[in-house]
């Protein structure tokens, strides 16, 4: 079973630019979320989609981050403008729910550079 | 509202030395679940257990172990026998239900995590 593939995999910006990330979840898992990992410290989630609706964006910086999942499937997430504090591994997971109990299966990440 | 606390920052062992990762965790529910994940160098989160509130049984896998108290709050994760691909980033999580618009979704806290460093 192939897992969740995200890319690019690595991507240096310099600031005021724009950026954007890709994901594929595990095929027929329904709720996929982004993560914002900074160095050293843990995963801290940025939104959670439930099919192609938002259950969860809480901590999204709305003003300059954007993600969506239009077919349910895949999703993407925007930058844009970039500061120099977004420097930071974006995660992205699948689970076959959205209930406590699910275990999230990462991908391997987009190490994002900004300049 | 929910925490998650890995106090050890960084662990040396050498090969073959047992570990003990330690996890300590806060919560107002009284059903929730536990998880431990493992992040190598290649970055990737990787699923090791899942434990839910009430099974406080021990779990064994191997040469990893799980030791989950509910009256301390805690769920320690020990290796036995070190090796050096366990050297690694590891991550205790915490995950509640939470309700919204939608109905339920899962909610998942991250420790800060511990790197374990097994030198041969």
């Known amino acids: 079973e192939a897992g969740v593939a995200q890319s690019p995999r690595y991507k240096i910006i310099e600031k005021r630019q724009s950026v954007a990330f890709w994901c594929n979840p595990i095929?027929?898992?329904?709720?996929l979320y982004w993560y914002q990992q900074i160095l050293g410290q843990g995963p801290k989630l940025l939104i959670q989609?439930?099919?192609?609706?938002?259950?969860?964006d809480s901590q999204l910086p709305k003003d300059r981050f954007s993600a969506e999942r239009l077919k349910g499937v895949d999703s993407t997430l925007k930058i844009q403008p970039a500061k120099l504090e977004d420097s930071a591994v974006y995660l992205c997971?699948?689970?076959?729910?959205?209930?406590?109990?699910?275990?999230?299966?990462f991908g391997p990440g987009t190490r994002l550079l900004v300049l | 509202a929910q925490k998650v606390t890995q106090a050890q920052t960084e662990i040396s062992v050498v090969e073959k030395e047992d570990v003990t990762l330690d996890c300590v965790y806060e919560?107002?529910?009284?059903?929730?679940?536990l998880f431990w994940y493992k992040q190598p160098p290649s970055g990737e989160l990787v699923f090791l257990i899942r434990?839910?509130?009430?099974?406080?049984q021990n779990e064994i896998s191997g040469r990893y172990s799980w030791n989950f108290q509910k009256s301390t709050s805690s769920f320690n994760f020990t290796i036995t026998a070190s090796q050096v691909v366990d050297s690694a980033v590891y991550f205790c999580?915490?995950?509640?239900?939470?309700?919204?618009?939608?109905?339920?979704?899962?909610?998942?806290?991250f420790g800060t995590g511990t790197k374990l460093q097994v030198i041969p």
């Open positions: 997971a699948s689970s076959l729910g959205s209930g406590e109990q699910e275990t999230q299966y």
């Open positions: 095929s027929g898992h329904a709720t």
């Open positions: 989609f439930q099919n192609n609706g938002v259950v969860d």
């Open positions: 919560t107002r529910d009284t059903t929730y679940y």
């Open positions: 434990r839910n509130s009430f099974d406080e």
């Open positions: 999580a915490l995950s509640e239900a939470y309700w919204g618009q939608s109905g339920g979704y899962q909610k998942v806290t």
